[in-house]
């Protein structure tokens, strides 16, 4: 927070292209609306004695949110030590919490509190005190963007630009063996910027595997950073806190890894967030894409309500066992509602429905997290959330999104070593092709077996984890029978793979605590 003029203080939370004090000055000289559009990713406050004015990026992946009611108005990053300041009693928002469970994710702009909500994306909250006068405005990032012919070229060339606009002098980057990470070093490289590298894994993970290789014939830095039942337990309530429990523990690594690896403060630490933008994130499936995109409204509802059943958080006979407001939330009807407004959410679209569902709900409210927990220990940055690079993207032809082929472009044209290293699940087990070729998303092409970095159903069958959940299931008990919760461990360490449950569980247990701890 810099107080640089009596009376008013600025807070900026993530990066952007102005500091706090320059900040100040367009919010004086051209008013808050003017700091909506800024390049970075971030969420600015300021404040006066009697104001507060919230803005928001358009991607809106840096959290913030409030409460108001009546003259009361209370703000900030924490939902837990909201809800404290405003002496609300902790109540469930049952939707938010049956969407977490099922999707990893909220949706909106809902929080777990019914009454604690998001500042969505590319906003302008005012508000004024005594009068008591909230006034919120948004914009709706993809709706402003010209609609155009765009080149995968083009695309290129704005990314490019993001990454020497942020990179620094020490750059990190993680490094998996995937699509998104590559593009990014292919772009550095480009640039002439030698990143040191970071990969989360064993060492018979593909994605340490891949990596090691590339650092070695580009002679860069790499950091490998193995990942231990004790990180779960250790971090699992600084992570809870920071990302409001939303974030299942499925996912607590994206916490972990950049703390193990030690990187410099003024590092700029790049990571991939937003790529999958320019690529059919949730149907890669080639022309069964595009005949599925002739039939949106069907496609939809048989997309959603296949995706919301194929993996349940708890089986059909466990529902009885769960508060009745969530068990509703869960059951076939609970699906059938959700499936409904997901497809909503997709503008009755398909595949470009589905880019937007992504764009506009799973990456300021899953992704969002991961950034607030990069951001805790590193100077976070992603050239993918540059506004030049979203327009083009979101302006290519479909044929570009399918199968990975803008990224295979991109790396091919900045760097076409790099295609020299096998694709996750690529035909070739040597390299990655230019193209996607047909059928690239049936079992038969996928011929490059991938080895996951991820030893979480092991973990959750170890004794020290067993016994700190059975110690902990009554904390949960107002929205999961303690003895369901048991047999669902027993179960697992009988061989039934319940580690999607059983990371729900931890990750509601740590939300308890932090409500708890809060409350004092």
Same mark, same amino acid.
């Given at each position: 927070?810099?107080?640089?003029?009596?009376?008013f203080?600025?807070?900026l939370i993530?990066?952007?292209n102005?500091?706090?004090?320059q900040?100040?000055?367009?919010?004086?000289?051209?008013?808050?609306?003017?700091l909506?559009?800024?390049?970075?990713?971030?969420?600015?406050?300021?404040t006066?004695?009697?104001?507060?004015?919230i803005m928001?990026?358009?991607?809106?992946?840096?959290?913030?949110?409030?409460h108001?009611?009546g003259?009361?108005?209370?703000?900030?990053?924490?939902?837990?030590?909201?809800?404290?300041?405003?002496?609300l009693?902790?109540?469930?928002?049952?939707?938010?919490l049956?969407?977490?469970l099922q999707?990893?994710?909220?949706?909106?702009?809902?929080?777990?509190?019914?009454?604690?909500?998001?500042?969505?994306?590319?906003?302008?909250?005012?508000?004024?005190?005594?009068s008591g006068?909230?006034?919120?405005e948004?914009?709706?990032?993809?709706?402003?963007l010209?609609?155009r012919?765009s080149?995968?070229?083009?695309?290129?060339?704005?990314?490019?630009?993001?990454?020497?606009?942020?990179?620094?002098?020490?750059?990190?980057?993680?490094l998996?063996?995937?699509?998104?990470?590559?593009?990014?070093?292919a772009?550095?490289?480009?640039?002439?910027?030698?990143?040191?590298?970071?990969?989360?894994?064993?060492?018979?993970s593909?994605?340490?595997?891949?990596?090691?290789?590339?650092?070695?014939?580009?002679?860069l830095?790499?950091?490998?950073?193995?990942?231990?039942?004790?990180?779960?337990?250790?971090?699992?309530?600084?992570v809870?806190?920071?990302?409001?429990?939303?974030?299942?523990a499925?996912?607590?690594?994206?916490?972990?890894?950049?703390?193990?690896?030690?990187?410099?403060?003024?590092?700029?630490?790049?990571?991939?967030?937003?790529?999958?933008?320019?690529?059919?994130y949730?149907?890669?499936y080639?022309?069964?894409?595009?005949?599925?995109?002739?039939?949106?409204t069907?496609?939809?509802?048989?997309?959603?309500?296949?995706?919301?059943?194929?993996?349940?958080?708890f089986?059909?006979?466990?529902?009885?066992?769960?508060?009745?407001?969530?068990?509703r939330?869960?059951?076939?009807?609970?699906?059938?509602?959700?499936?409904?407004r997901?497809?909503g959410?997709?503008?009755?679209?398909f595949?470009?429905?589905?880019?937007?569902?992504?764009?506009e709900?799973?990456?300021?409210n899953?992704?969002?997290?991961g950034?607030?927990m990069y951001?805790?220990?590193?100077?976070?940055r992603?050239?993918?959330?540059?506004?030049?690079?979203i327009e083009?993207?979101?302006?290519?032809?479909?044929?570009?999104?399918?199968?990975?082929?803008w990224h295979?472009?991109?790396?091919?044209?900045?760097?076409?070593?790099?295609?020299?290293? =096998?694709?996750?699940? +690529?035909? /070739? &087990?040597? $390299?990655? @092709?230019?193209?996607?070729?047909p #059928?690239y998303?049936?079992?038969?092409?996928q011929?490059a077996?991938?080895?996951?970095y991820?030893?979480?159903a092991?973990?959750?069958?170890?004794?020290?984890l067993?016994?700190?959940?059975?110690?902990?299931?009554?904390?949960?008990?107002?929205?999961v029978?303690?003895?369901?919760?048991?047999?669902?461990?027993? =179960?697992?360490?009988? +061989?039934m /793979? &319940?580690? $999607?449950? @059983?990371?729900h569980?931890?990750? #509601?247990?740590?939300?308890?605590?932090?409500?708890s701890?809060?409350?004092?």
């Amino acid at each position: 927070m810099l107080d640089l003029t009596p009376g008013f203080a600025v807070r900026l939370i993530g990066y952007c292209n102005l500091s706090e004090d320059q900040i100040l000055r367009r919010f004086q000289q051209e008013g808050a609306d003017a700091l909506r559009a800024l390049e970075g990713e971030y969420t600015i406050v300021v404040t006066t004695p009697d104001e507060c004015w919230i803005m928001t990026s358009p991607v809106g992946a840096t959290h913030y949110f409030y409460h108001h009611q009546g003259e009361h108005f209370h703000h900030g990053q924490q939902v837990a030590i909201i809800a404290s300041q405003a002496g609300l009693d902790w109540r469930w928002n049952w939707q938010a919490l049956g969407d977490l469970l099922q999707l990893e994710n909220l949706t909106g702009n809902a929080t777990l509190h019914p009454e604690i909500h998001k500042v969505p994306p590319g906003s302008l909250v005012h508000f004024h005190n005594p009068s008591g006068r909230l006034r919120l405005e948004s914009r709706i990032c993809l709706d402003e963007l010209p609609r155009r012919h765009s080149t995968p070229a083009e695309a290129v060339e704005c990314l490019n630009r993001s990454v020497e606009t942020w990179a620094g002098a020490n750059p990190y980057l993680s490094l998996s063996g995937g699509f998104d990470s590559r593009v990014i070093l292919a772009s550095m490289l480009r640039c002439g910027i030698r990143p040191h590298l970071v990969t989360v894994g064993s060492e018979t993970s593909s994605d340490v595997q891949v990596a090691r290789r590339i650092a070695t014939h580009f002679n860069l830095r790499h950091n490998l950073i193995q990942l231990e039942l004790d990180d779960l337990l250790d971090h699992g309530l600084a992570v809870s806190a920071l990302t409001n429990g939303t974030k299942t523990a499925s996912h607590w690594h994206t916490f972990v890894y950049p703390l193990k690896a030690s990187i410099p403060s003024g590092a700029a630490f790049f990571v991939g967030t937003l790529g999958e933008l320019a690529r059919n994130y949730y149907f890669d499936y080639g022309s069964l894409g595009l005949l599925a995109d002739r039939f949106p409204t069907f496609s939809l509802n048989q997309f959603w309500s296949l995706k919301l059943s194929r993996h349940p958080t708890f089986l059909e006979g466990e529902l009885e066992g769960l508060a009745p407001e969530l068990s509703r939330e869960l059951d076939s009807g609970g699906i059938q509602r959700r499936a409904r407004r997901l497809s909503g959410f997709c503008h009755h679209r398909f595949l470009q429905g589905l880019t937007r569902y992504y764009f506009e709900q799973r990456v300021p409210n899953f992704y969002a997290n991961g950034i607030a927990m990069y951001r805790s220990s590193s100077a976070w940055r992603s050239p993918f959330h540059s506004r030049a690079w979203i327009e083009a993207v979101w302006n290519l032809p479909e044929r570009w999104k399918l199968g990975s082929n803008w990224h295979r472009f991109a790396i091919a044209r900045n760097c076409p070593d790099l295609l020299d290293f =096998s694709e996750e699940k +690529g035909f /070739d &087990r040597r $390299r990655m @092709l230019r193209r996607a070729p047909p #059928l690239y998303w049936t079992p038969l092409i996928q011929r490059a077996t991938y080895v996951t970095y991820d030893q979480s159903a092991t973990w959750y069958r170890q004794p020290l984890l067993q016994d700190f959940l059975r110690d902990h299931f009554p904390l949960i008990d107002d929205l999961v029978d303690p003895a369901l919760a048991a047999r669902i461990a027993d =179960s697992h360490c009988s +061989g039934m /793979d &319940r580690t $999607r449950t @059983l990371a729900h569980l931890l990750t #509601l247990i740590r939300w308890r605590q932090v409500l708890s701890e809060a409350a004092l």
